[in-house]
Each structure stands twice: as C-alpha cells, then as structure tokens.
T-cell receptor, first 113, second 112 residues
C-alpha cells in the first residue's frame, strides 16, 4: 500500500539559509499534518491543512510557512534557519471522512550547522 | 510542553517477558493512539482506542483506557528483540485543534 512520502530524507543547511520540505500524502487523503521532533523529544505539532486550507496551527515559528497544493501535497518552507531548527520533521496524512489514525511519513532529518 | 506523560521513560526487559507502558493525559479526549518509533525513524501507528472503549487488542498488543483517571496502558506480551523501540501515546482532544498531542515516550529495550 502507498505510504506518505517525504523528501528529502536528509538535509544539511547552514544558519540563516532556507529549506523546503515536501510531503506527498497517501492517495485520497485530504488532511496533512506537520510535526517537529527535536533530539530525544516527542513530536510537536506545527501546522495542518485540510482541502488546501490551513486548518490548525501549533507551535510553528513565524520563520516557517507551509501550504497544501491542488494535488494535496504540502511543502514546509523554513527561512533564517537556526541551530535549534535541527530536528526530524514528520508529515502525516489522513482522510477526514475516516478514522482518526494519522499515517506518518519517514521524516526529513534537518541538520543546521 | 506536552500534556502526555509516559511512565516509565525507559524500560529494559528480557525477551519473552511482557512489557507494560503507561500514559497519562490532562484534557478530555476523542481517542488515544499508540505509536512506535525505531531510533531516528518514522512513527508507526500501532493501535487506536476511542474514548468510549476500555480495552482493545491487536496481536500481542493490549491497550486499556481509563478516562476517569485520564490514563492508558500498552501491554506487549511475549516481547521480542525486534520490539526494541520508543513507544509514544498520542491523544486527540475533543476540543480545539484536531492535532495529536504526544507524550514523552518510553524507550523499550528487549534483551535477547
């Protein structure tokens, strides 16, 4: 079965650079979530989209923005990167009409040097 | 900060033994889910229990939910070395954002 796809899997950036993370949800899933997991930490909700509209916002810095496109894929744009942004970034998807399970992608490991 | 707290933070047992992990939360929930994460890898959904359910089974997994105590437990029976991973509980609140709120996780090590 198709799973959530994230790209790239690994990304190394320098401070003050920008990064774009991509997420391709499971086909027919209309809701996408972004989470950030710092080293040794639990995942923290950043932002979510339903039918291409932002639905909820969590602890997402103003330096970050995200959107969901017409094909339901989503991109997380991160600017003015800081060392503290180094983390695993997960995307999850679900279908709004179904159960509440969120299906997570493998994550993008971002390292800021 | 997370509303969920997991207990213990780390657990080390022998292969074949049962492993029990606990999770507490603070708000009213729609459901509670358990996820597994191998080191540095993605989160794998294990099981979901709704707020009106008290117990659920899936293979070697048994989950209980006590909404009066706002707590849940995950039992893994007949543990295997491959069960070594971190286990997170995540709650879906009834009010507010439809986002999962994760606990801090239990690091489970199964010794062969």
């Amino acid at each position: 079965a198709a799973g959530v796809i994230q790209s790239p899997r690994h990304l190394i950036k320098e401070k003050r650079e920008t990064a774009t993370l991509k997420c391709y949800p499971i086909p027919r899933h209309d809701t996408v979530y972004w989470y950030q997991q710092g080293p040794g930490q639990d995942p923290q909700f950043l932002i979510s989209f339903y039918e291409k509209m932002q639905s909820d916002k969590g602890s997402i810095p103003d330096r970050f923005s995200a959107q969901q496109f017409s094909d339901y894929h989503s991109e997380l744009n991160m600017s003015s990167l800081e060392l503290g942004d180094s983390a695993l970034y997960f995307c999850a998807s679900r279908t709004s009409g179904g159960a509440y399970e969120q299906y997570f992608g493998p994550g993008t490991r971002l390292t800021v040097t | 900060s997370q509303q969920g707290e997991e207990d213990p933070q780390a657990l080390s047992i022998q292969e074949g033994e049962n492993a029990t992990m606990n999770c507490s939360y603070k708000t009213s929930i729609n459901n509670l889910q358990w996820y597994r994460q191998n080191s540095g890898r993605g989160l794998v959904h294990l099981i979901l229990i709704r707020s009106n359910e008290r117990e659920k089974h899936s293979g070697r997994l048994r989950v209980t939910l006590d909404t009066s105590k706002k707590s849940s437990s995950l039992l893994i029976t007949a543990s295997r070395a491959a069960d070594t991973a971190s286990y997170f509980c995540a709650t879906l609140p009834t009010q507010g954002a439809q986002k999962l709120v994760f606990g801090q996780g239990t690091r489970l090590t199964i010794n062969p």
